[in-house]
């Protein structure tokens, strides 16, 4: 079946650092693409989004391509700040059913 | 504030006792969702209903049962709380459609059962 796996955390970085979050799925056809952030405390909340093949999704700073031959959609921002600490989710759409398959989260933890 | 409600935030039930944990959303969205969270495991589904009048199993379905009462709500119920279902229960509803494609979350509610 349709899965996402997801680099397990905790991925700590300084202020200002690179930040790549790696994304592989396994998917017939060609499924949407997602990342959500949870923020402490808070639901998840739509961070980007790719729908079809070479598509780049991108929002506050944080971009992902959708990549068909590598079937990957990492997760990168070029410098990341205190306020970025929080679980980073992939997601693909499944099927006909249109339910989001999650990977397993990935915690971030900025430092100043 | 048009999203998706969650009520209670916070729950402490002991094991055997019942509750029902209420969702609505006022998106006018047709899909809902039921999703626990655990630490290390991800989300994982209960229970969805594609549109109003229907519901299905998900991936950990056992130990809930859910209403769709009508296109805004969809309630999750624990007849007999275990232990293993001390966990933070997310409600979410889905537009396929326009520029919110992909689903919108509540704020969670933290259950615990002791």
């Known amino acids: 079946g349709d899965s996402v796996t997801q680099m397990e955390g905790p991925v700590t970085l300084s202020e200002e650092a690179f930040l790549t979050i790696n994304c592989t799925y396994t998917a017939t056809g060609y499924p949407s693409l997602f990342w959500y952030v949870q923020y402490p405390g808070e639901g998840l909340q739509l961070l980007l989004k790719?729908?079809?093949?070479?598509d780049k999704g991108s929002n506050k700073g944080f971009e992902a391509t959708y990549r068909k031959e590598t079937t990957s959609f990492h997760l990168e921002k070029g410098s990341v700040q205190v306020s970025d600490s929080a679980v980073y989710f992939c997601?693909?759409?499944?099927?006909?059913?249109?339910?989001?398959?999650f990977g397993t989260g990935t915690l971030l933890a900025v430092q100043p | 504030n048009a999203g998706v409600t969650q009520t209670p935030k916070f729950q402490v039930l002991k094991t055997g006792q019942s509750m029902t944990l209420q969702c609505a959303q006022d998106?006018?969205?047709?899909?809902m969702y039921w999703y626990r969270q655990d630490p290390g495991m991800g989300l994982r589904l209960i229970y969805y209903s594609a549109s109003e009048g229907t519901t299905d199993k998900g991936e950990v379905p056992n130990g809930y049962n859910v209403s769709r009462l009508n296109k805004r709500e969809f309630s999750l119920r624990l007849e007999s709380a275990a232990p293993s279902q001390t966990s933070v229960y997310f409600c979410?509803?889905?537009?396929?459609?326009?520029?919110?494609?992909?689903?919108?979350f509540g704020s969670g509610t933290r259950l615990t059962v002791v």
């Open positions: 790719a729908t079809k093949a070479d």
């Open positions: 998106m006018n969205h047709n899909s």
């Open positions: 997601a693909l759409q499944g099927g006909a059913t249109n339910k989001l398959i």
């Open positions: 979410a509803s889905s537009d396929w459609t326009g520029p919110n494609y992909g689903y919108t």
